[in-house]
């Protein structure tokens, strides 16, 4: 069973050196080495399955260099169980 959710952050306003940066972003959402997917956005909708998650995001300018990952983010994959024995009384 795997589920929607929302990740989102910050967009960074400096560049590594304190510069300010100056051309659009895009981001990348990693689970450990897995890339989960790529936006242009603050936010990225995702599928959560079980298990753990370890998430990061990075930021890519538009000559391609790649920050350094954000923060690890854990997330628990874990849904109830749906309600049974539904019933009209």
Do not use: C, H
Request: proline share 6%; net charge negative.
């Amino acid at each position: 069973m795997t589920r929607k959710r929302t990740v989102t952050w910050d967009a960074p306003v400096n560049n590594e050196d304190g510069t300010q940066i100056s051309d659009a972003l895009s981001y990348k959402v990693y689970n450990g080495a897995e890339v989960m997917g790529t936006t242009s956005d603050t936010y990225l909708e995702v599928e959560l399955g079980g298990g753990t998650y370890q998430m990061t995001v990075t930021a890519i300018n538009s000559a391609g260099n790649e920050s350094n990952p954000s923060e690890v983010l854990t997330v628990e994959g874990r849904f109830p169980m749906p309600p049974t024995n539904l019933r009209v009384v």
